[in-house]
């Protein structure tokens, strides 16, 4: 592989392509893999989840450019997380939980948090609030009957539903992050709710 | 909670597997939002102050690990903000009696107030606790404080009864609600002065579950 190597036009059409013979079909695709990257990049405690993802599908790229053979691009996918996921290792921690309970967050910060959300909701259209509110209505044990029952009204299967819910709840709390002044969820504090920085 | 959020945050740590569910949710779309809808979940029973100690105390690592602290923040307003879209749907007959009310009860009225969150406290019964020291509980003035009275097996069923008591014996706060699941939440109606104070948590038959020592600071 030659390390001059670098995304081009043609690359990325290549990658598409193997996502997907229609092209709008293929970065739908794209999207949603990229979207599932930087989740499991997340969850495993990566320090910078969108730019491993970056790399992860710039890879597949490369890949797929020098003419590589990939029968599956999940497994493939999966390869290079793991090799990312170790080359920052040393930058990630695997967990131990903390021996007592850490503080909520602050009334000041809820109170940030509450206004950012009335500001966020304001602007959006009545049905993607309300469905907002009310799939996350209840505690535990009512939610599952008040999905049940949302998604019988709406007429939607209950996955239907949960990829909707989750999709308004990312955009909310991106719209939060942006009105109180935090573009992304790795920039802002990380300090630790006992005290230590 | 059991589910597939703890699986991935803390019991797998076999490698092969790991590796298989990372290669599933890299692959299916289906798995990957359910597990993102399982820690939406977690972090508003974090919110609510209803997930287990040592549940917190993961979710919160992770949180912190992650940079994502700030969610909990918004799951709290969220969940404020749904408490004040039921308020709004009272019968309109009651509305407009409010109306009328509005002038004495302004401040009950200010539905879209944050609700305030306790400052809680995870105690362990003495049986657990070991050669542990005392844990302390402080107190905050503006928020209330809440023990997280964790079980030793089984949770109970039915109602439990917390008493909190000082070393002589008197009662100084006392509840009673529904048993929780892996353990039973009592908020303090007041604050309670420096000093050392059990917990028993008792059924409502009487018999005592476990006994919870704790001392109170500044």
């Keep these: 592989m030659s390390p001059k190597w670098a995304l081009t036009a043609e690359s ?24 599932r990257l930087v989740r499991v990049f997340r969850w495993e405690h990566a320090v910078d989840p969108e730019s491993l993802a970056d790399d992860a599908l710039t890879r597949l790229a490369r890949r797929l450019d020098e003419g590589e053979s990939v029968l599956s691009i999940p497994a493939f996918l999966n390869g290079i997380a793991r090799n990312l996921l170790k080359e920052e290792g040393a930058r990630r921690q695997r967990l131990q939980p903390l021996t007592d309970v850490p503080a909520p967050p ?10 950012a959300l009335e500001t966020c909701l304001a602007t ?3 049905a993607k609030r309300d469905l907002l509110l ?63 920085p | 909670m059991n589910d597939l959020f703890r699986q991935y945050m803390l ?23 359910q597990l993102k809808d399982q820690e939406d979940n977690w972090i508003d029973s974090y919110a609510a102050g209803q997930l287990p100690p040592e549940d917190a105390a993961l979710l919160h690592e992770h949180l912190a690990a992650t940079g994502q602290l700030d969610r909990l923040a918004t799951a709290v307003a969220l969940a404020s903000a749904k408490s004040a879209k039921r308020r709004s749907a009272m019968p309109f007959a009651i509305g407009i009696a409010a109306v009328f009310l509005i002038g004495l009860a302004i401040p009950i009225l200010r539905t879209r107030e944050p609700e305030r969150v306790a400052v809680t406290f995870a105690l362990h019964p ?29 949770a109970p069923t039915g109602d439990c009864v917390v008493a909190i008591k000082t ?14 699941n892996g353990f039973h939440t ?15 948590l008792s059924t409502t038959g009487g018999e005592l579950l476990h006994t919870y020592l704790f001392d109170v600071s500044k």
């Design chain 2, 126 to 154: 003495g049986t657990l606790r070991g050669a542990a020291e005392i844990p302390k509980v402080t107190m905050t003035p503006d928020r209330p404080t809440a023990l997280q009275l964790t079980y030793q097996d089984t």
């Design chain 1, 12 to 35: 990325f059409d290549r990658l598409l392509a193997a996502l997907h013979p229609d092209r709008a079909e293929a970065a739908v695709r794209y999207e949603a893999l990229h979207e």
């Design chain 1, 124 to 126: 959006w259209e009545p």
């Design chain 1, 106 to 115: 602050s009334e000041s910060e809820v109170e940030h948090h509450h206004a």
């Design chain 2, 186 to 200: 009592h908020t303090m109606t007041a604050p309670l002065p420096p000093g050392r104070y059990t917990a028993d």
């Design chain 1, 134 to 196: 009310a799939y996350y209505q209840g505690d535990q044990s009512a939610r599952i009957l008040n999905r049940q029952k949302l998604a019988t009204d709406l007429g939607l299967e209950l996955n239907a539903l949960r990829n909707r819910a989750l999709r308004l709840r990312e955009r909310l709390e991106t719209c939060i992050r942006k009105q109180i002044g935090r573009d992304t969820p790795s920039s802002n504090s990380t300090t630790d709710r006992k005290g230590k």
């Design chain 2, 167 to 180: 070393a002589d014996s008197v009662i100084k706060d006392e509840s009673r609600k529904p048993c929780g």
């Design chain 2, 11 to 33: 019991t797998l740590h076999d490698d092969d597997e790991r590796n298989q569910l990372r290669e599933r949710l890299i692959a299916d779309q289906e798995l990957s939002d």
